[in-house]
């Protein structure tokens, strides 16, 4: 059985950092690249951040691009997401994913969510 848990979520004042942490068990969590997803209410998800399996080319849009990192550990089977510079834009869920193209490009498993909350 796949599970993916996040964790790390919470209420932080704009400008804050926080950083965030899903694990990854049921796969080989080296065959899988792992990437960052958020959404709200009034937004379509969007993607945030990815890693592929060896941590080489990772990808961000111009939305978080120097002020998030993601990071993986293989022989923790987790991956991080770092956020600095937080603005209450960034205000949403917050999904991790694995996919086993190890691409970036085919999402199957999803945690369930982690909320993060940024005041101004």
């Known amino acids: 059985q796949v599970q993916v848990a996040e964790s790390g979520g919470g209420l932080v004042e704009a400008g804050g950092s926080l950083g965030l942490s899903c694990t990854l068990s049921?796969?080989?969590?080296?065959?899988?690249?792992m990437g960052w997803f958020r959404q709200t209410p009034e937004k379509e998800r969007e993607g945030v951040a990815c890693?592929?399996?060896?941590?080489?080319?990772?990808w961000y849009p111009d939305s978080v691009k120097g002020r998030f990192t993601i990071s993986r550990d293989n022989a923790k089977n987790t991956v991080y997401l770092q956020m600095n510079n937080l603005k209450p834009e960034d205000t949403a869920m917050y999904y991790c994913?694995?996919?086993?193209?190890?691409?970036?490009?085919?999402?199957?498993?999803w945690g369930q969510g982690t909320q993060v909350t940024v005041s101004s």
């Open positions: 994913a694995a996919d086993l193209t190890s691409m970036c490009a085919v999402f199957g498993y």
């Open positions: 049921g796969l080989n969590f080296i065959d899988v690249a």
């Open positions: 890693i592929p399996w060896n941590s080489g080319n990772t």
